[in-house]
């Protein structure tokens, strides 16, 4: 087995999908401009330490349902469908948020680590994301269910969520005087990766 791939699979999906604004991502860029960039680091290093977890389960979770065929034709459809709705709101819906100003009253490098896991906890989309993602790369041999191939995937998914962290707690300044061409970008980007995945699904099912 090539152990560069699963790694960089799991660094890039996740480093593709993380840039877009959210609850982890504005936190650390909060934190960045009222604490500083090192407790922003910290946060952010909790957050994608979680991240190497939800992606390991979801991933193991999958083996299970890759071996039960009926279970995977039904998880693939869903996908199918999850993946469209997905293009269609970064394509026409996704609207750019803006970072608060809001006060931060965490002190602790320590503190804010135990924060970002938390807020990584909370977050339980990358679960079922990391799941219908693995079985549909399954289905074309791009993931495989073996121990090695799932632990590289999860620990290049929490290196690439660690890299977006890092950009929002170093960067941020210039990310928020380019927003609207940062994330006019970004929504057009994740429209293509995912109706791109959803197209792989229709052509997979209609060939079987």
Request: overall charge positive; hydrophobic content about 50%; charged content about 15%.
């Amino acid at each position: 087995m090539d152990y560069l791939f699963p790694f960089f699979l799991g660094l890039a999906i996740t480093f593709i999908t993380t840039l877009l604004p959210g609850l982890v991502n504005m936190t650390v860029a909060k934190v960045s401009l009222k604490q500083g960039r090192s407790r922003a680091c910290a946060l952010g290093s909790g957050a994608s330490f979680v991240v190497f977890f939800q992606a390991l389960v979801a991933t193991i979770f999958s083996r299970f349902i890759d071996k039960r065929t009926d279970i995977n034709h039904l998880i693939q459809e869903i996908g199918i469908g999850i993946f469209l709705l997905l293009s269609i709101y970064f394509f026409f819906f996704s609207k750019k948020k803006k970072i608060q100003e809001e006060e931060v009253i965490i002190n602790s490098k320590r503190s804010h680590f135990l924060m970002g896991m938390f807020l990584s906890l909370i977050n339980v989309f990358p679960i079922p994301f990391y799941v219908i993602l693995s079985i549909t790369l399954g289905s074309y041999d791009y993931f495989q269910f073996d121990k090695p191939f799932l632990i590289l995937f999860s620990a290049g998914a929490s290196l690439g969520a660690m890299s977006v962290f890092y950009i929002y707690a170093n960067f941020i300044g210039k990310i928020e005087s380019k927003t609207d061409f940062f994330m006019k970008n970004v929504n057009n980007l994740l429209g293509g990766v995912t109706l791109f995945i959803a197209i792989l699904g229709v052509i997979k099912l209609v060939n079987e």
